[in-house]
């Protein structure tokens, strides 16, 4: 993992088409932006995983009724 010490107004640029600046800082919370290309997906990780974690029981349901579909 890179740790970075960034102020507010400042960014990093990531892959040459990500740009993650600071917006705010107040107490505890930083308020970051992110601009990415629309291609580019960008969640919360909370989110992040339970979209994998949705799939993965999806895709074991589907295996279940696929091989059902088999017998």
């Given at each position: 993992m890179l740790a970075l010490t960034r102020?507010?107004?400042?960014?990093?640029?990531i892959n040459n088409n990500i740009e993650?600046?600071?917006?705010?800082?107040?107490?505890?919370q930083v308020k970051i932006g992110i601009s990415a290309p629309k291609d580019v997906p960008v969640y919360r990780k909370e989110?992040?995983?339970?979209?994998q974690e949705e799939n993965k029981a999806s895709m074991d349901v589907s295996g279940i009724e696929a091989?059902?579909?088999l017998l």
């Open positions: 102020k507010k107004g400042e960014s990093i640029v993650i600046s600071i917006l705010e800082v107040k107490k505890d989110v992040y995983l339970q979209i091989l059902k579909d």
